[in-house]
Structures are given as structure tokens and as C-alpha cells.
């Protein structure tokens, strides 16, 4: 039997959702959650498919990262975000000219856009056709407009323009506190599919709900690899396990049974990670990649870790898997014309090099990567940053992408609060009111990755609210920028 074999991540599973019952005092029937076990395995692939969430933590900026470049809508951002307000935030013009999106499929009223000048890398899968633009995404329970916003008629997404409880809902469809979320309800599908289910959701960037499922329970790395059960090096507890005959007899002492019922869950559990430690070690230890990633670049090295795991996913016994990783630092309140230039050239530079790996892996057709965030920001400025807001701009990148091309729908620049049309998608200071769910965002990525109409209900819970069975053609479930 495998060391970490299906069954057994299904046991363990449903051994920790029910100790959360217990500890909750839920009065849910046993008997449910056990029909919920048997529930997630959904499909058998034959395949090899990966998602890959890149996070953008803090409320990445979007009317500066995806540009207005035609000379009507680059003259209103200026005005907005130029020394007229009272700022220095607008790009110029000409400093975007290197970095133009050009679509196969030009957008309505001679609508252009062009990637902040730090974004060449980008510029170019844009323009090789593995690159897409998702216009105006965010958090939505269902489709709203403003003035349904104001009044308060219709429910929307809860503790809106909050770090954490945003990007709890980017990331779970619900605010902080959340405990599954979409990433991992796409795992539970796979786990069938999936000899060495422990690896089907791994994050390199610490502890992401995102990867939560119902059974699918996230595995972390670090930038290295598998987080390992080590102290310091040279500690009388560290030598277990940098001396090898050490940490033989350490692993040695851990297969005794144990009267002690603690104890025995204790080494049961010691084993358990040893063991995953061991055969992540053995997947990507042989792998050599002569793409070079750029240095000092942490979300750079958080995806080549990924794409070492991809390439010894036969190894790890995966034909589907979910993965997250990270940048911090895009909260600019202030300071936002140096801040965030440098982290959207770490962002460009670490997908640029994520796509030259894949392709030297012959994965770039399976591998989808896509960014997410807290929330976009205002299009007003406070000074020298820029405040809160909603919804934003998203990048999705793959050889399987329909690319070079931008989906959903260009928001007027606007800060007015008339009845005039270009007023009508934000929700005061330039916050967009998104045009596009997350929910149909995710049910597109899914679909690709394998899930069929009547499981993506079960992975996305307000799914239902959007698309022809909700009577809202406008807000289809399949936004289309997958092949």
C-alpha cells in the first residue's frame, strides 16, 4: 500500500473535520458528514492539469498595472491621477508605449490598455497568446449595480474594502473566519484522480484557506521544498535529523506501538511527515532547471519550487493539483509610485521565468496560473497612494489560455456620483463595482481543470445566482479565456 494512500487521506480527513464538530458543539448527524466523504471524488483523469494561484496581498492597484493607453481615456486617467489632482501617480503616456496590449480582437470604442513599463515579461505572453486580461473582477453574491448598492436591495459580499475579510472572499466565498475554500473544493474533486492525494493542494506561501476542501487538506512547503521536521542544525534536538544514523534511530523508535494513546497519534502523525517530507525530497531532488529565475525575488522562488513539483508530479503520484503562492507588500496607502513599480517588476520577472520553465518542461499547456487579490484600489488618490476598494484587474497565463484578448467589460473613469452612465460602475472615489463574480472567474478555471456544470455548484456556492440558469446571460458561468 502506498505510504500515503488515498484512503487514508480520506480517514484523516474525516477524522479532523470531525474533531472541528466536536470542538464546535455542532449538532450536524454523523451521518451527513459521512455522506459528504463519499461526495468529493468526482472525476478519474487521465492527464496532467495544474492551477496555480498567485495572490497579491494587500489590494494590488489596477488602473496602474492595466493602463489606459488611447488618447480620450490616458487623458482622463491623467487628470485623475495626475498633477492636476494634486499627485505624481499617472504614468505617461509615452512611457507605455513599449508596453501597449494589443488584442486580436480590438475593444469597443477604441478602448486600449498597456501594462505598467515594469511589466515587459507580461507584455510579451500577452502578446505571444499564453497571457489574458479579466477585466473588473471581485467578490459578488450576485449581480448588482449601484444604485441597488445604495439602497441596499439586494445582498452583497460582507465587509467589503477589509483586508482580511476580502481576501477571505477571493479566496472562500465568505468573510474571515471562512474554513473551505474554492481552491480546495476543486482539490476534493481530484483526490480519485490522485494516488499521492496529499500533494493534490500545496501552498508555498504558509497557511491559504484557498486550499481547504472538505476532504482535500493543504500540504505547505517552504521555497525549498517539503517544510521539514528539523531543529537547528548542531541543537541536541536538530541532530536527529541532520545526522543520518540519528535520524534512522529516531524513525526506528517512532514504528514501537504506544499504550499511550497520545503518544501513538503523536508518532502516527510524526511518521506521516517524515514520510511526505521523504517523497517530495525524492520528486524534485532530481530535478534540474536550466531556466534561470531572477534572484531575490520570493514570489520567483515560490514558483520555481512549483514548477520542480510539477515536473516530479509522476513521482508524487498526481494527475491534478492546486497550488498557491504569494507576494506581499501591494497596500499602498503611500508611497505608491516607487512601492508598487518594484513589486509589479517582481510580479512580471517571477511569471515570466514561471512561463520559461514550464515550456522547458513541455507544461505550459497544462499548467494554468492566475493572480488574485484583497481588491483593487480607488481610482482617487489620497496624496501619494491610493485607499481601499474593489473590484480589479486579473491576469491568466498558460498555454491553454485564449490569450492575447481581454474578457469582461472596460469601467468608465469616472469619480462622479450622477445618473450618467460612465457613473455607473464604482461605488464612490473610483471603487469598481465588479462587472464580473469571482464565482464565475473560479467556475471557468474549474470547468478547464475538469469539473463538469453540476459540480461547479458544489465548489462555488453562489455560482447559482450567475449565468443562464439565474436568468443573467450578461453574467455568464463561462467567461470563455480557456481553451
Not at 478555471?445 to 439565474?470: K, T, Y
Amino acid at each position: 500500500m502506498h505510504l500515503l494512500d488515498l484512503q487514508g487521506h480520506r480517514r484523516r480527513a474525516f477524522l479532523k473535520r470531525a474533531g472541528q464538530l466536536a470542538l464546535a458543539g455542532t449538532a450536524t448527524p454523523l451521518a451527513l458528514n459521512l455522506a459528504a466523504i463519499g461526495e468529493a471524488a468526482a472525476f478519474d483523469a487521465s492527464d496532467y492539469k495544474a492551477l496555480v494561484c498567485v495572490f497579491l496581498f494587500g489590494g494590488n492597484d489596477y488602473a496602474n498595472t492595466v493602463v489606459p493607453y488611447d488618447d480620450e481615456r490616458h487623458a482622463v486617467y491623467e487628470r485623475l491621477r495626475g498633477a492636476a489632482s494634486g499627485s505624481r501617480l499617472a504614468i505617461p503616456r509615452p512611457a507605455l508605449a513599449a508596453t501597449e496590449l494589443r488584442p486580436d480582437e480590438p475593444l469597443p470604442e477604441g478602448t486600449r490598455y498597456a501594462l505598467a513599463p515594469e511589466m515587459p515579461e507580461l507584455a510579451a505572453l500577452f502578446s505571444q497568446g499564453r497571457l489574458a486580461v479579466q477585466l473588473n473582477v471581485g467578490p459578488l453574491v450576485m449581480p448588482l449595480t449601484r444604485q441597488q448598492f445604495q439602497a441596499g436591495v439586494l445582498a452583497r459580499p460582507p465587509k467589503l474594502f477589509s483586508h482580511n475579510d476580502q481576501q477571505s472572499l477571493w479566496q472562500a466565498q465568505g468573510a474571515e473566519g471562512s474554513t473551505r475554500g474554492w481552491g480546495g473544493n476543486i482539490g476534493d474533486l481530484a483526490l480519485q484522480s490522485n494516488s499521492g492525494a496529499t500533494f493534490t493542494c500545496i501552498s508555498v506561501s504558509g497557511n491559504a484557506v484557498f486550499l481547504s476542501g472538505r476532504e482535500a487538506l493543504q500540504f505547505q512547503c517552504s521555497r525549498a521544498g517539503a517544510v521539514a521536521i528539523e531543529g537547528v542544525r548542531g541543537s541536541s534536538w536538530g541532530q536527529f535529523f541532520w545526522e543520518p544514523a540519528m535520524r534512522a534511530g529516531f524513525e526506528q523508535l517512532l514504528q514501537r506501538p504506544s499504550s499511550h494513546v497520545l503518544a501513538e497519534e503523536y508518532a502516527r502523525v510524526t511518521r506521516r511527515s517524515l514520510g511526505a517530507e521523504r517523497l517530495v525530497s525524492q520528486a524534485i531532488d532530481p530535478v534540474r532547471l536550466s531556466t534561470p529565475f531572477p534572484e531575490g525575488n520570493p514570489l520567483a522562488d515560490q514558483l520555481k519550487l512549483v514548477a520542480r513539483l510539477v515536473a516530479g508530479r509522476t513521482a508524487l503520484g498526481v494527475k491534478r493539483q492546486v497550488f498557491f503562492v504569494a507576494l506581499d507588500g501591494f497596500d499602498v496607502h503611500d508611497n505608491m509610485s516607487t512601492r508598487q513599480p518594484a513589486l509589479l517588476r517582481r510580479l512580471s520577472q517571477a511569471l515570466g521565468a514561471f512561463d520559461a520553465a514550464l515550456g522547458e518542461l513541455g507544461a505550459r499547456d497544462r499548467v494554468t496560473t492566475f493572480t488574485a487579490s484583497d481588491f483593487g484600489r480607488t481610482l482617487s488618490v489620497n496624496g501619494d497612494g491610493t485607499d481601499h476598494g474593489w473590484g480589479g484587474h486579473q491576469f491568466v497565463m498558460g498555454a491553454a489560455v485564449r490569450g492575447r484578448a481581454f474578457y469582461g467589460r472596460p469601467a468608465p473613469l469616472s469619480l462622479g456620483s450622477s445618473g450618467a452612465p460612465e457613473d455607473q460602475w464604482h461605488v464612490g472615489q473610483g471603487r469598481l463595482l465588479p462587472s464580473t463574480s469571482v464565482d464565475q472567474f473560479a467556475a471557468t478555471l474549474a470547468r478547464w481543470f475538469g469539473a463538469n456544470d453540476d459540480e461547479l455548484h458544489g465548489v462555488l456556492p453562489n455560482l447559482g445566482n450567475f449565468g443562464d440558469r439565474a436568468g443573467r446571460p450578461d453574467y455568464p458561468v463561462n467567461l470563455g479565456f480557456m481553451r
